[in-house]
């Protein structure tokens, strides 16, 4: 079965340029997360879905970070413009949820910011 | 206060060697999950074993098994006959609440870098 995929896998992009990171759940899995993971401040959750419908948001850092999810098997995170200090890897997982369950992540994309 | 605790930056351990990763929690809840991650280098973030605070007994799964001791909030995992493969990062992470409160957050520690010398 194919697993969670996130496109792209390396993003470098000046800093101002919008930045549009993609993912494909597994299909099945009603939870999506977006996570985003540096040195200084480890894995953080930023949002996540459930059945399409964002339930909590509180890591996404400010308002230049927006995620949408229009149907299951799909969901973007965007950050416009993006700065430098976004730079970091950043990934998606699914899960079915009912607690047990563990996410299941990609790969990542690592995003750099000049 | 930190809600997962894992106090060993680094370890050093010889290959076929048992290996013990700490992790303590913080939580008021009585129902919450635990759960162990490994990074390899190449960054993938890989799913090795879960224990539900209910569940009476340790997990294992394969060379895995969770050291859960309930009362001292601690969480540890042993890997039995290390490899070189199991060098990596290894996260641990805590869910909060019961199964059906629909509380889906992970909160993770910062990490255990594990090497294994041949």
């Known amino acids: 079965d194919a697993g969670v995929i996130q496109s792209p896998r390396h993003e470098v992009t000046e800093m101002g340029q919008e930045v549009t990171l993609r993912c494909k759940p597994i299909?099945?899995?009603?939870?999506l997360f977006w996570y985003r993971q540096t040195m200084m401040r480890g894995l953080e959750l930023l949002i996540y879905?459930?059945?399409?419908?964002?339930?909590?948001d509180s890591g996404m850092p400010e308002d230049r970070f927006s995620a949408k999810m229009p149907n299951a098997s799909f969901s973007t995170l965007k950050i416009q413009p993006s700065e430098p200090r976004d730079s970091a890897v950043y990934f998606c997982a699914s899960s079915q949820g009912r607690g047990n369950q563990p996410q299941h992540f990609g790969d990542g994309t690592r995003l750099s910011i000049l | 206060a930190q809600k997962i605790t894992q106090t060993q930056p680094g370890m050093f351990v010889q290959e076929k060697e048992a290996v013990t990763l700490d992790c303590t929690y913080d939580t008021s809840d009585q129902s919450y999950g635990l759960f162990w991650y490994k990074q390899p280098s190449s960054g993938e973030m890989i799913f090795l074993i879960y224990q539900g605070s209910y569940d009476e007994q340790n997990a294992t799964e394969g060379r895995y098994s969770l050291n859960f001791q309930k009362a001292r909030k601690s969480a540890n995992l042993v890997i039995s006959a290390s490899q070189l493969g199991d060098s990596a990062m290894y996260f641990c992470a805590m869910r909060e609440g019961g199964t059906n409160f629909g509380n889906e957050k992970l909160t993770f520690g910062t990490g255990t870098r594990l090497t294994i010398i041949p």
């Open positions: 879905f459930n059945n399409n419908v964002p339930i909590d």
């Open positions: 299909s099945g899995h009603d939870y």
